[in-house]
């Protein structure tokens, strides 16, 4: 999930790419900076999705971190910006990852290691 994750973000860095450079944005530097930072999650996450793969130790906080930041994130969506066909599907995503990193068979592939 970790990687289909990545892979999202990564066409939405694409998506975002390609409406900063055919549109006229307020301030370019900063579409390019959410691009860059949009782009470096995607590419964190998609490393992590691998190490995830591997049953590497540092794989799971960087994962967790992120989900608690998209938690927050799906939460302002679906709460406060009223968005919720946005924030929800963001909240269940979260939801399905920490449950499966938090798993008996999850923690056990790790402290085997």
Not at 74 to 82: I, K, P, Q, S
Not at 91 to 97: K, N, P
Request: no cysteine; proline share 4%; charged share 10%.
């Amino acid at each position: 999930m970790v990687g289909v994750e990545a892979l999202a973000l990564a066409v939405v860095a694409a998506v975002l790419l390609f409406l900063t450079l055919t549109s006229s944005p307020d301030s370019v530097g900063r579409a390019l900076a959410e691009v860059v930072y949009v782009g470096l999650t995607a590419g964190l996450l998609g490393a992590a999705a691998v190490g995830l793969w591997r049953v590497k130790g540092w794989a799971r906080a960087p994962v967790v971190a992120l989900q608690l930041l998209l938690a927050v994130l799906g939460y302002t969506l679906a709460f406060e910006a009223d968005l919720p066909l946005l924030g929800v599907p963001v909240l269940v995503l979260v939801g399905i990852e920490l449950y499966l990193l938090a798993t008996p068979e999850a923690r056990l592939a790790y402290f085997d290691r």
